[in-house]
């Protein structure tokens, strides 16, 4: 059974910085995407940055230079490094993976498996 469990939400400043955790159980998907989406109230889930089946990080263009993916096979974690944070990237962030076939990486649909998602909010 695939586990995905996200770490590491917090309340922060404008300008500060967070990283969070996706620690991934039951899955050995060599092929598989990893992902972070995230969702604000009122709004659709939009992706953040992917990592794909080739090991390549790709991030949306609203985080590109503030964000970085990265994944420790080791210990099958995934991790966002959050810099520079603004209000507007308050939402609850979710990490999924999915089951090799993915094409459109940053649309939610092409996902199988998702976490609880962890609350990150950002104050002015």
């Known amino acids: 059974q695939v586990q995905l469990v996200e770490s590491g939400g917090g309340s922060v400043q404008a300008g500060g910085s967070l990283r969070l955790s996706c620690a991934a159980s039951g899955y050995t998907n060599t092929r598989a995407c990893m992902a972070w989406f995230r969702q604000a109230p009122g709004k659709e889930r939009e992706g953040v940055a992917v990592?794909?089946?080739?090991?390549?990080?790709r991030y949306a263009r609203s985080v590109t230079g503030r964000f970085t993916i990265s994944k420790d096979n080791a210990n099958n974690t995934l991790y966002l490094i959050m810099n520079s944070l603004k209000p507007d990237d308050t939402a609850r962030y979710f990490c999924?993976?999915?089951?090799?076939?993915?094409?459109?990486?940053?649309?939610?649909?092409?996902?199988?498996?998702w976490g609880q998602g962890t609350q990150v909010t950002v104050s002015s």
């Open positions: 990592i794909d089946r080739h090991g390549s990080a």
């Open positions: 999924a993976a999915d089951d090799g076939t993915a094409i459109m990486l940053f649309n939610p649909a092409e996902y199988l498996y």
